[in-house]
């Protein structure tokens, strides 16, 4: 980021302000741009030029010029960092572009076939991978407007995440202010993962001990816990740190897109071009934007990633790294192999899971061996019987195993487990403990098989189990231990997403005869909960305004919050977006249902199941008169006109006189739909400025209608005098 003759003037610049007693108020941004540098070469560089002592004074000499001078502070001043409030919560806010998941690979065999996709996707021979290491951290998402830092939050859900930007400030390899705009982009969002060292993780561990405290578990949750701590002078002294490595969304000024001969045109009549850089693009690649990451200031895996060509030479690198990741500084669990060129990216395209022109390549999970002690049987709220091994606690890969699910009767048979054996365990994934093996070569005669229960642990109704599964279920709906669980589903984040009724407060709340069934939720006795030890005014008014804030949920989220077998978030949304209300799906055939969009057969047994059942009808009529949400909003408001009556509308690129959700909802208004991708089906493509491949794919079609977003406007009749997209 810097030359060598700047490095050179700022530490002379260095120099003459230590040397001064006090320094000059006019001389204040110069002061900013000596702590600036000396910030990236501590933080991002790990190659001080300047002692902790001489920073501190400096830094505070900045402190008293600006308490003094207040109009003086800017906004990436390095005083900024420090947050001196306490933040009472996190609000939500939505990503500019969604954050997927990334595809798991664990063997050549999973690359060699990613390899091949993506071979056929983009018709090529050979492809140009660019590998990096997979930081085992928190994803983070910033935004940069006009070069400055002005929001930072979690990934969340993926689509919405929490707004951290106090917290991320703390973090000394995050710019405040970073020189987007000799590039030519006035709004950036940027991806890349908080992690705190190993050095780091093991100080803040062994403070913690001399204090009489628990240690935290291990340095990626230590990050995670981190960026949502209320104080962020306590984020301070984690020490953590980030590597930023994806641009997902910016917004370029057209004229940084000139040809070489304007460049030369307007260099020979005068004209200022702001730097070397403005010539290239790097983002034209995927390293060249880990490149610009880095000449901005970021500690981006520059140094880490290596550009390779084809996917042999991937296999050779990733199992060279993985050899070597203990000695790295920091902790990582795989390493993530994208297409290099962002043009053959957006050829590729995405699931809604994972795009595809990325995969992970997960490293060998962590391995121990500890003793199996005994055998617990829990039961899960939709009545299945599951094992769970209780160890002798071991660290593995960094966590501490005391617990192991064993799934069901078979998984036990299968891995001849029996109370009392050695067994050997991993992370997968270096994630999910599993039990590998037992060890019956160590067994001493004193070992005790493990004898799956026939009745249910907790009601002692007899358990059930069909031929096409290998779960034993208990089918009694009025079982306590199905009630609970299916309450805490209910309230859970992904599903009504109840804030301050968390699985604690379900099961003391059920204990205590205040909590039954789901409807409960909504008449709960809170003259009760108020004696309870912990519960304030303040807790009971926010779990109070939570509940009655579900109440207004789409139906995809109720749906999805009862719990019906197979039926996940994607299909919750599936099938809610089919009706108007949810009481359709009592009188739906599993035929009817297998016509909506994935919806395959045991998916619509299930459903079917669920509402041919009398008892769940029941509890839907109540969570009716209770006031939630049954109807699917956007299919049951009424039309305005049926201008648009069954086309079907897909947009791409960027709208500068509607948002997208705008333009969509004209669209359903007047009658129309929106397609979920370029088909046959598809009647109208509206398109905004730098559409991606939806445009290509769609000139190919010739019954397709490609119109501009003014020709959209006109077409709906709305008035076209709007204002542009802030």
Not at 7 to 20: E, G, S
Not at 259 to 268: F, G, I, L, P, Q
Request: net charge negative.
């Amino acid at each position: 980021m810097y030359s060598a003759e700047q490095t050179k003037h700022l530490q002379q610049q260095t120099k003459a302000f230590i040397a001064h007693a006090q320094i000059d108020k006019n001389d204040v941004e110069a002061l900013r741009n000596v702590l600036r540098f000396h910030e990236y070469r501590y933080y991002v560089l790990n190659d001080p030029l300047l002692a902790d002592p001489e920073y501190d004074q400096l830094f505070k000499q900045l402190e008293k010029i600006e308490e003094g001078n207040p109009e003086l502070i800017t906004g990436d001043s390095p005083t900024q960092r420090v947050g001196s409030s306490l933040n009472q919560s996190f609000p939500t806010v939505q990503h500019l572009v969604p954050m997927l998941s990334l595809d798991n690979s664990y063997d050549a065999d999973d690359l060699l076939d990613f390899d091949r996709k993506a071979r056929e996707l983009t018709r090529l021979d050979v492809i140009e991978y660019c590998i990096e290491p997979k930081f085992d951290g928190a994803s983070i998402s910033l935004i940069y407007e006009d070069d400055m830092l002005v929001r930072g939050a979690t990934r969340g859900d993926g689509v919405e995440g929490e707004d951290v930007t106090t917290n991320i400030k703390r973090i000394r390899s995050i710019p405040l202010s970073a020189p987007f705009s000799q590039y030519g982009i006035q709004q950036i969002e940027i991806r890349g993962e908080v992690l705190m060292t190993k050095a780091a993780f093991k100080k803040y561990n062994d403070a913690l001990a001399e204090q009489g405290l628990p240690p935290l578990a291990n340095p990626r949750n230590a990050a995670s816990g981190s960026l949502r701590i209320k104080d962020p002078k306590i984020v301070g002294k984690r020490n953590l740190e980030a590597f930023l490595y994806n641009v997902s969304y910016y917004i370029r000024d057209d004229r940084w897109q000139m040809t070489d001969d304007r460049k030369k045109e307007e260099k020979a009549s005068g004209a200022s071009v702001n730097s070397h850089l403005s010539s290239v693009n790097p983002l034209s690649t995927h390293s060249g934007t880990l490149q610009m990451l880095w000449e901005c200031g970021f500690r981006s895996p520059q140094k880490e990633k290596i550009v390779v060509q084809g996917i042999n030479e991937v296999i050779k690198h990733v199992h060279d790294f993985e050899e070597m990741r203990d000695t790295l500084p920091y902790e990582i669990d795989g390493m993530v192999i994208k297409v290099n060129e962002i043009a053959l990216q957006d050829k590729m395209g995405m699931t809604t899971h994972h795009p595809r022109w990325a995969i992970a390549f997960k490293f060998k999970a962590r391995q121990a061996t500890t003793k199996l002690r005994a055998v617990e049987f829990n039961v899960g709220r939709t009545g299945a019987v599951t094992p769970v091994a209780k160890l002798d606690p071991v660290a593995v890969g960094g966590v501490t195993v005391g617990s192991i699910s064993m799934h069901n009767e078979e998984y036990i048979k299968e891995k001849d487990l029996m109370i009392g054996d050695s067994v050997l365990i991993e992370r997968a994934g270096d994630v999910i403990p599993q039990i590998v093996k037992s060890l019956p070569e160590l067994r001493t005669g004193d070992e005790k098989h493990i004898h799956f229960p026939r009745h249910c642990p907790v009601c002692k109704s007899e358990l059930y189990k069909t031929e096409d599964e290998a779960v034993w279920r208990c089918i009694n709906i009025e079982c306590p231990a199905q009630v609970v669980e299916r309450i805490i589903h209910f309230v859970s984040k992904d599903a009504m997403d109840i804030k301050s009724f968390g699985e604690a407060n379900v099961r003391k709340f059920y204990e205590l005869g205040l909590l039954k069934d789901v409807p409960g939720i909504y008449t709960l006795d809170f003259d009760a909960i108020s004696k309870l030890e912990g519960f304030g005014k303040k807790s009971i008014d926010n779990l109070q305004s939570a509940i009655e804030a579900s109440k207004q949920q789409p139906l995809y989220r109720l749906i999805y919050a009862l719990g019906i077998r197979y039926v996940g978030e994607t299909t919750a949304k599936t099938v809610a977006n089919a009706i108007h209300d949810v009481f359709e799906l009592e009188n739906m055939s599993d035929v009817q249902l297998q016509q909506m969009e994935d919806v395959g057969v045991k998916v619509a047994q299930s459903i079917f199941a669920f509402f041919q059942n009398k008892e769940n009808i029941k509890i839907l009529h109540k969570l009716k008169e209770l006031g939630l949400q049954m109807y699917n909003i956007k299919r049951s408001a009424p039309t305005e006109s049926n201008t648009l009556h069954e086309q079907t509308f897909l947009f791409t690129g960027t709208m500068l006189k509607l948002k997208r959700s705008e333009a969509e909802e004209m669209v359903e208004k007047h009658g129309g739909k929106i397609a979920s991708g370029v088909s046959s089906k598809l009647n109208y493509l509206v398109v905004g400025e730098d559409a991606g491949s939806k445009l290509e794919k769609a000139k190919k079609i010739n019954t397709i209608k490609i119109i501009s977003e003014d020709e959209f406007i006109k077409l709906i009749g709305e008035e076209a005098s709007l204002a542009p997209i802030p």
